[in-house]
């Protein structure tokens, strides 16, 4: 895809909205992006561990004096920018309140959010700035100070140097036009804030020089640093520098140069990051001696400013007894590799300035979605196992509400509940003809009671006599019948108690062995509520009318045999005994009701348990929404990756 460039700008920036409204990127790596399509600086960072020697190869081949501070404890504590400008200045950005309060909250973390590392750090860094004298009237502020003092602001130990955000110097040398040199705190800098100062600044960085000593060239935090950091950054090149090579003594520099440059192919391989082995591949790595190559550029100035400053003189002395060969300024120069390191850096800058300006977004939003899309693609395969962790975890609900529906199916039909009714009204009906029988006999027992001559007794005493056995009789009924009605009470309650522990045990033996624990809660529930509902009809059941005996004394024999007869037969009609038992059958009735209630209700309530139980087993609801984050997540890898073949085909005419 052929763009010119006013098109190529809409592009990336139409992608970087995009980004930004899908999430795939911030919003203040979207402003990084914007921003490089709206520069024509090329900045160049000096980066590397600590003690590397970068503030000094910056002093050597910018400043081509000792102007920052170097030492052999970790020394640049501030980003220090250097940049084009007509006179020569420093300026100091002091941090904002907003920067000390986060100080403020970070030292006081008492959680594991924040590394310990960086909790100590924040309280180094807070109680130097507590120090400083009205130190809240310096917060946000840019300072133009003397160039003699920037080592309060740059240096490790400097007075302000806590409270320096950075620092830019303007140089009036035409080498810097259009051009921005950042010196950066060492990585793996104690103080690991300036470690994060250093990682925010390489977003905005196009070009880097990877400063290395020879000793430690290439090691694990290199490749750390240049794996997680670098790779991230959209860096366009890259120039490693190995300094410090005077140390290795009077070697040749080319044999020991051949060994690094094997270290390095071998990390090329080793990386698993396709950026840095391209960034590796294309650099190129420059042996130098930024301190030969400062002696060079101070002795320009004068013996004198050698002698002025014993670290420099030390080395001199050094170097004059390692290599005798250097006399001339040109000499040290020549032999530092520092033209060759400045030659390097200004082929990148006049020749790849504008593809890598023009490249650096275009990379920058490439990696930035590249790195989404591994993210995403780690999300996917984290949900995935999670997804394989729950459905292993997970008992197979589904599975177990079929079989309870089973069960309670058996409880319905091998107990057809209606049965208990037909029990209870067989007894019920062989009771009615007990009582039936039993009126017979007393009918009989009245109609041919032989009573005593009348003639023996007194009639008023024979009256009396009579009517005591009858009205005798009559009770006798009465309780014989409360007693055959009482027996009923028991048959029948038995008979439930029974049919209850039928259905118990019969559906104990049933239960599937996985389901004992919920259905064993089932059937104690159903026994419960059976049991309770037995009782309550025995009150209302024996409510056998009493007698109502006359006491006038008109009776004789024969009118008291017929009015007992009478008043059996309207008190032990068919009718009546059957109103006795109207209370059992609505009871065999209610009973049977009840059982259906209960199963009814319980199985409800069994499946409101199970559903409950699919809410607490929140795994299934779980495994839901990882499937549908994993389908949200896989479009949007669909969706970079089209973004990122069409961003792969771009090409840009320039004319
Ligand atoms: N032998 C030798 N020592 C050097 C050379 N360049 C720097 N050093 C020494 O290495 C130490 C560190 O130098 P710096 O320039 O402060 O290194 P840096 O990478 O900026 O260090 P930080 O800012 O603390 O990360 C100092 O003691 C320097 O004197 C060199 O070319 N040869
Ligand atoms: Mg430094």
Redesign the pocket.
């Known amino acids: 895809m052929i763009l010119k460039i006013n098109e190529y700008k809409q592009l990336i920036i139409d992608t970087v909205t995009k980004s930004e409204n899908k999430k795939w990127i911030n919003k203040e790596s979207g402003e990084v992006i914007k921003s490089f399509l709206n520069t024509d600086e090329l900045t160049i960072g000096f980066v ?10 910056i ?1 050597a081949l910018v400043f081509q004096d000792d102007v ?9 504590a501030t980003l220090t920018i250097i940049k084009y400008g007509e006179q020569k200045s420093a300026t100091v950005n002091i941090i904002t309140e907003a920067d000390f309060d986060e100080i403020c909250r970070i030292k006081d973390v008492k959680d594991n959010l924040e590394s310990e590392e960086k909790v100590k750090s924040a309280m180094e860094i807070y109680e130097a700035i507590v120090s400083i004298d009205n130190y809240k009237n310096l917060f946000g502020k840019s300072q133009v100070i003397e160039l003699s003092d920037y080592a309060n602001y740059i240096g ?1 130990n400097g007075k302000f140097s806590a409270m320096a955000k950075s620092v830019v110097f303007t140089l009036p040398k035409k080498e810097l036009l259009g051009v921005t040199i950042v ?1 950066t ?2 990585f793996n ?1 104690p103080i690991s804030s300036r470690d994060d100062e250093t990682f925010n600044f390489l977003s905005h960085s196009n070009v880097i020089v990877l ?1 290395q000593n020879p000793y430690a060239a290439f090691d694990i935090t290199d490749l750390n640093i240049l794996e997680s950091q670098i790779s991230k950054a959209g860096i366009g090149k890259m120039v490693i520098a190995i ?5 290795l003594g009077n070697v040749s520099w080319e044999n020991e140069l051949n060994k690094r440059i094997t270290k390095k192919e071998k990390i090329i391989i080793e990386s698993g990051n396709s950026i840095i082995k391209k960034l590796l591949k294309d650099s190129k790595i420059i042996p ?5 190559a400062l002696i060079g550029y101070l002795k320009k100035q004068g013996v004198k400013v050698l002698a002025d400053n014993p ?1 420099i003189n030390f ?1 001199y002395a050094k170097l004059q007894e390692e290599f005798p060969e250097l006399e001339t300024i040109d000499d040290f120069i020549n032999k ?1 590799n520092i033209l060759i390191l400045e030659t390097e850096i200004n082929n990148i800058v006049s020749e790849q300035k504008g593809i890598i300006l023009l490249d650096a977004p275009l990379k920058k939003i490439s990696e930035m979605l590249i790195t989404t899309i591994q993210v995403k693609e780690n999300d996917v395969k984290n949900s995935l196992s999670t997804i394989k962790e729950l459905n292993d975890g997970i008992p197979d609900i589904e599975e177990q509400k079929r079989e309870f529906k089973n069960f309670i199916e058996i409880l319905f039909d091998r107990f057809s509940i209606s049965s208990i009714q037909n029990t209870l009204l067989d007894s019920i009906k062989s009771t009615l003809s007990k009582l039936q029988s039993k009126r017979a006999s007393y009918i009989s027992e009245i109609t041919n009671k032989s009573y005593p001559n009348p003639d023996l007794f007194h009639k008023q005493q024979m009256k009396k006599l009579n009517h005591e056995n009858i009205q005798r009789l009559y009770m006798d009924m009465n309780s014989e019948i409360r007693s055959i009605l009482n027996d009923l009470n028991g048959v029948i309650k038995s008979q439930v108690l029974d049919e209850i522990n039928t259905i118990i045990s019969y559906l104990t033996c049933h239960l599937p062995s996985n389901m004992k624990n919920i259905h064993g809660k089932f059937l104690e529930k159903l026994k419960n509520e059976l049991n309770t509902s037995i009782p309550s009809f025995i009150s209302v059941a024996i409510n056998v009318p009493s007698a109502d005996v006359p006491s006038n004394s008109t009776f004789n024999n024969q009118t008291a045999v017929t009015y007992y007869k009478n008043i059996f037969n309207s008190s032990y009609s068919d009718d009546c005994l059957n109103e006795f038992l109207i209370e059992f059958r609505k009871y065999a009735r209610d009973i049977k009701d009840d059982f259906r209630k209960n199963a009814h209700d319980i199985k409800n309530e069994q499946e409101r348990v199970f559903d409950v139980a699919n809410d607490e087993n929140k795994s299934l609801q779980l495994i839901l929404e990882k499937e549908k984050e994993i389908q949200i997540l896989n479009t949007d890898i669909d969706e970079i990756k089209d973004i990122l073949d069409k961003l792969k085909s771009i090409t840009v005419n320039t004319d």
């Open positions: 590397g561990k600590m003690k590397m020697g970068k503030s000094s190869i002093n920052l501070p170097s030492s052999s404890i970790p020394m640049t490790a010196d705190p060492g800098d400063v300094n410090q090579f005077d140390a130098v001696s930024s301190i030969m670290q080395f530092s």
